[in-house]
């Protein structure tokens, strides 16, 4: 089992920048790659950013330039960072932290608004 607590969501102004924050704990080392994804009402839930175990990055071909993936290992925890940059309205939604192993552990979930 893995643990995922999210964190650093918020409002900000268009042009502004906000950093989530993800605490995966447990099975850490049973995890292949770490993901952030957002959703908006209405909407599937897409894909954000991605770093696999290696340290591959991927992005959405639309946040490239602006957001960075990254992450922190530590003995007992692998917090995940995304840092987002040059916010804009349709970044509005709500982020979640994804960590894949054979099952797909999700966070609860962070909201973020970006007013125009």
């Known amino acids: 089992q893995v643990q995922l607590v999210e964190s650093g969501g918020g409002l900000v102004q268009a042009g502004g920048s906000l950093r989530l924050s993800c605490v995966a704990s447990g099975s850490t080392f049973s995890i292949n790659a770490y993901g952030w994804y957002r959703q908006v009402p209405g909407k599937q839930r897409e894909l954000v950013a991605q770093?696999?175990?290696?340290?591959?990055?991927?992005?959405a071909d639309s946040l490239k330039g602006r957001f960075t993936i990254s992450r922190d290992i530590a003995q007992n925890t692998v917090t995940v960072y995304l840092q987002m940059n040059s916010l804009k309205p349709e970044d509005t939604g709500v982020y979640y932290c994804?960590?894949?192993?054979?099952?797909?552990?999700w966070g609860q979930g962070t909201q973020v608004t970006v007013s125009s």
């Open positions: 770093i696999t175990s290696s340290g591959r990055r991927n992005y």
């Open positions: 994804n960590a894949a192993a054979l099952v797909a552990y």
